[in-house]
C-alpha cells in the first residue's frame, strides 16, 4: 500500500489561466500533505505544507494567492496555480503522510508548461 | 542550520562498482534521514531511511551510513546497475506536527554498462 496519484500527468495551458492540479492518497489517510516543485536538474522545493480541514503553511518565498491549495479530505490535496505565467513552468510533485506514520510518499508529478 | 549538503554533485561508476554519496547537515534536531531516488520524469521514491540513534543500516545492496557525531550520513550502493543510473537526494526530517524535509541538491548517478 501507500500510493499516491497525482492529475493531470501533465497541462498545457495559456497565460493567464488558472490550472488545478489533484493529489489523492489511494489506500491510506494523509493527515499532511505537501506540495513541492523541481526545476530540471534540480532539487525538490518545498512550496507548502497542507493539513486535512485547516489553512496550508507556505514557504517563505511562495505567493499564497497565487498558489492556492485545498486539502478537504484525508484522501484529497488540490493545488490551483492561478494567473499562471511561463515562470510557472514546472514539475509539481505532492506528497502524503501517512497519519501513523514518518514516511511521505510521493505522486509521480504533474508537468506544467504555460504558453 | 536548515540546510543539507550533498555531495558529489554528479558520479560515475562501473557496473559492479560502489557508488558513495554524502550528506552533512547542522542541525542536531533533526530526527530522521531518507534517501530517495528519482528517475526522469517521476516522483522520488525512498529508498532507505535511517534514524539518528543508529550507525548503520542495510537493505539489499543498499546502506546507510550515520556519524551523529560529525552531523554527516553516507549512501553506499554496492554492485552498482545500470538500473541504478538515476538521481539520488538524501533529506533530513524537521520534527514537530507538520514534519517537513530539508532537501539535499541530489546527486546525478550514472552506471555504466
Known amino acids: 500500500g501507500a500510493v499516491v496519484s497525482q492529475h493531470p500527468s501533465w497541462v498545457i495551458c495559456k497565460s493567464g489561466t488558472s490550472v488545478k492540479i489533484e493529489c489523492r492518497s489511494l489506500?491510506?489517510?494523509?493527515?499532511?500533505m505537501f506540495w513541492y516543485r523541481q526545476f530540471p536538474k534540480q532539487s525538490l522545493m518545498l512550496m507548502a505544507t497542507?493539513?486535512?480541514?485547516?489553512?496550508?503553511?507556505?514557504e517563505q518565498g511562495v505567493e499564497k494567492d497565487k498558489f492556492l491549495i485545498n486539502h478537504a479530505s484525508l484522501t484529497l490535496s488540490t493545488l490551483t496555480v492561478t494567473s499562471a505565467h511561463p515562470e510557472d513552468s514546472s514539475f509539481y510533485i505532492c506528497?502524503?503522510?501517512?497519519?501513523?506514520?514518518?514516511?511521505?510518499?510521493f505522486g509521480p508529478g504533474t508537468r506544467l508548461t504555460v504558453l | 542550520q536548515q540546510q543539507v549538503k550533498q555531495s558529489p554533485q554528479s558520479l560515475i561508476v562501473q557496473k559492479g562498482g560502489i557508488s558513495i554519496i554524502n550528506c552533512a547537515y547542522e542541525?542536531?534536531?533533526?530526527?530522521?534521514f531518507p534517501w530517495y531516488q528519482q528517475f526522469p520524469g517521476k516522483g522520488p521514491a525512498l529508498l532507505i531511511a535511517?534514524?539518528?540513534d543508529v550507525s548503520e543500516k542495510k537493505e539489499g545492496r543498499f546502506t546507510i551510513s550515520f556519524n551523529k557525531s560529525a552531523k554527516q550520513f553516507s549512501l553506499h550502493i554496492m554492485d552498482s546497475q545500470p538500473g541504478d543510473s538515476a538521481t539520488y537526494f538524501c533529506?533530513?526530517?524537521?520534527?514537530?506536527?507538520?514534519?517537513?524535509?530539508?532537501w539535499g541538491l541530489g546527486t546525478s548517478l550514472a552506471v555504466n554498462p
Open positions: 506528497s502524503a503522510r501517512k497519519t501513523s506514520s514518518n514516511e511521505q510518499f
Open positions: 489506500d491510506f489517510q494523509a493527515t499532511t
Open positions: 497542507s493539513n486535512e480541514g485547516s489553512k496550508a503553511t507556505y
Open positions: 542541525n542536531t534536531a533533526f530526527d530522521y
Open positions: 535511517i534514524r539518528p
Open positions: 533529506a533530513a526530517r524537521v520534527p514537530g506536527n507538520n514534519r517537513k524535509l530539508i
